[in-house]
């Protein structure tokens, strides 16, 4: 990827903002993913190295969750302030 793909995908990935590539998350993110019959909040566990999968452990317990780039889910990062426990 060039240095401007590289400066463009941080951009994107600015706390807050939505994305539905995957591949722009970190294992320790925290996140929200948000689609047709899919709400997770929660913690990046791992996510699959061609970016389609993502695993979420879940806010309070709730266990963990995959969510796949066919599920049309948007991830959004958490903003600092917002952290997920």
Do not use: C, Y
Request: glycine share 14%.
């Amino acid at each position: 990827m060039g240095n401007r793909a590289a400066k463009a995908r941080a951009k994107a990935w600015a706390a807050g903002k939505r994305s539905d590539d995957f591949g722009g998350v970190a294992r320790g993110d925290a996140v929200t993913v948000e689609g047709p019959g899919v709400f997770v909040h929660g913690t990046v566990d791992d996510v699959a190295p061609d970016g389609s999968v993502l695993w979420i452990q879940e806010k309070d317990g709730h266990g963990r969750r995959m969510v796949h780039v066919t599920d049309d889910a948007e991830v959004r990062r958490q903003r600092a302030n917002e952290g997920v426990a």
